[in-house]
């Protein structure tokens, strides 16, 4: 599938107060997203509003795993890691080359969280409930075979592991590339762009004001019916409809840290103990490996999420307890991420504890919220709140919507009809054609599971630019890339979210800064003086992602 052509934003803007759409979502992060393409790809007239950029909030600083969620098998939670264990072999099947097979590593530890006959029962239960298949189903390790597996674990205490299957992906671009996708059943979605009211008709909501943040113009927008699905602003925008009232969000922090992969050369992922009780993830990517979550109660400002020392400690103290060999320090750190749970509020439990869990609050004047959820889980979330608005439309007029197809969708950057196999297929032929201009494995790597079968057309332009070195060109042609075809409007869309390059290869945005700068300044018409404070910003927050300062704690 071609990435839509259509991305003009002034058109798209100029158009809003002339139509009139059946749905209105709010937010474009991953539920917001899956909502678009839910609603679009059953007949529905379907407008996406993202006040930042898409998945610019919790869905660009996940653990990056479209996983089947087996911690809740110890709350108990049987339903959950059915739905997310069925629903991660959906989504892997719809973008194989963004939604990757990752085995992982569980040590059974002397005095740990897990027993080995416990985690036996219990993974068995996982691949039941997941309906895991073939080699991806568990496979219960002795401590020698764990070892081989992973070196690094401390061979005193090991007394075997759990060896299953997951997915991992990127969750900025996972998010992106659903957006582009509902962009084929002519659903629009525009970012930068905030509501700041409802309007209402006979005391239902019949519409929103929304704000440009790049003009500053405010513009009247008519709908139907209008879905809340803003994460951590959930009550934010209740609050604006004067209907925050029953259960209110609980939202929690989410760190994870970057280390070069020579400091953390773990083999594969490991999924292992804290000594507090927690769980924590260690997953090698490329040239890195990261490391997290924290998951502490967050009370401060939801646009300003940093990583503290306190957090980076914590997460460096884990590593170091779990692998003996491994002794990293503070400025181990080449990158972090920082971002928030939005969960339903339960008295009297821990942020652990609570329910990862959707819900949908409707509102006496017809706005539809819906909060909490997984990641893994945006498809089904969707449906259900779609499901909710097609009847209301045969409640109230009668009018039939087509049931929810998104589970036989393939997303943009596909389709891959062979499935993974193909992918990988794809991804040696390209490494033959990129290794003549000097790139190497970790380098198609990258072009597949970012972009798809969208690297021919990245191919293209990248033929297109004579000046500079290959990697040079390259990044240039990933820029026009996501100028013409992912609607980005400054750097940071680019280092951050369409790329991954802040969190995953921070040295190549210090390397190339001022090339993307210079392109930036004349593809939008920067004057010198703007550039200069994009320049400062873009440093700033260099710094911000890697280095840490003690009044922060």
């Not at 409640?395 to 062979?418: A, V």
């Not at 593809?523 to 280095?547: G, M, Y």
């Amino acid at each position: 599938m071609k990435p839509f052509s259509n991305i003009n934003r002034t058109e798209h803007l100029s158009r809003l107060e002339e139509a009139s759409y059946d749905l209105i979502v709010i937010g474009g992060g991953i539920t917001g997203a899956g909502i678009l393409l839910d609603a679009a790809s059953r007949g529905m007239k379907t407008l996406l509003l993202e006040m930042g950029d898409f998945a610019s909030g919790t869905s660009s600083k996940s653990t990056k795993l479209i996983h089947g969620g087996l911690r809740y098998l110890k709350q108990f939670d049987f339903w959950l890691v059915k739905e997310v264990g069925s629903e991660r072999a959906i989504v892997h099947q719809l973008a194989p080359h963004l939604v990757i097979p990752e085995k992982m590593l569980l040590p059974l530890i002397e005095n740990g969280s897990y027993g080995k006959w416990l985690t036996s029962i219990g993974l068995k239960v996982y691949d039941i409930l997941a309906q895991v298949e073939g080699d991806d189903q568990r496979r219960m390790l002795e401590k020698e075979e764990a070892l081989e597996k992973e070196p690094l674990l401390p061979e005193k205490l090991l007394k075997g592991a759990g060896y299953y299957a997951e997915y991992r992906t990127d969750d900025a671009r996972l998010t992106l590339e659903i957006i582009k996708t509902a962009l084929n059943y002519e659903a629009e979605a525009i970012n930068y762009m905030k509501v700041t009211e409802f309007t209402y008709k006979d005391e239902k909501v019949s519409g929103v004001i929304a704000k440009d943040e790049v003009t500053g113009k405010s513009i009247n927008i008519r709908s139907d019916y209008i879905i809340n699905a803003t994460g951590p602003w959930v009550d934010e925008l209740r609050s604006l409809n004067n209907s925050k009232k029953g259960k209110q969000l609980h939202l929690t922090k989410g760190v994870h840290v970057v280390f070069p992969y020579e400091k953390l050369p773990v083999k594969q992922s490991v999924y292992f103990d804290v000594p507090d009780g927690r769980m924590i993830f260690a997953i090698p990517r490329g040239r890195v490996t990261y490391v997290g979550t924290t998951d502490t109660n967050y009370n401060d400002q939801k646009e300003q999420v940093h990583t503290d020392i306190a957090d980076a400690i914590y997460l460096i103290s884990a590593v170091n307890n779990m692998f003996p060999s491994i002794n990293l320090e503070m400025e181990d750190i080449i990158s972090s991420w920082a971002g928030l749970r939005p969960l339903i509020h339960e008295e009297g439990k821990s942020p652990t504890e609570l329910s990862r869990k959707d819900e949908i609050f409707t509102s006496d004047s017809g706005l539809v919220s819906i909060a909490g959820g997984k990641l893994t889980g945006y498809r089904k979330m969707a449906e259900r709140v779609v499901d909710r608005i097609a009847e209301k439309y045969r409640e109230s007029r009668e009018q039939e919507f087509n049931p929810c197809i998104t589970d036989s969708i393939d997303l943009c950057g596909g389709p891959w009809k062979k499935g993974y196999k193909e992918v990988l297929q794809y991804e040696k032929d390209l490494l033959q054609e990129l290794e003549k201009d000097g790139f190497d494995a970790k380098d198609a790597r990258y072009l597949v599971h970012n972009y798809g079968r969208q690297t021919d057309q990245l191919l293209d332009i990248y033929r297109s630019i004579d000046q500079g070195s290959p990697k040079e060109r390259m990044i240039r042609a990933e820029f026009q890339f996501a100028c013409e075809h992912e609607m980005i409007l400054n750097v940071f869309d680019f280092f951050i979210r369409r790329t991954g390059r802040m969190y995953f290869y921070i040295d190549s945005v210090r390397e190339w800064l001022e090339v993307i700068l210079k392109d930036y300044g004349e593809k939008f018409d920067i004057d010198p003086e703007q550039l200069d404070d994009e320049r400062s910003d873009l440093l700033h927050a260099i710094e911000e992602h890697s280095n840490f300062s003690f009044d922060r704690v």
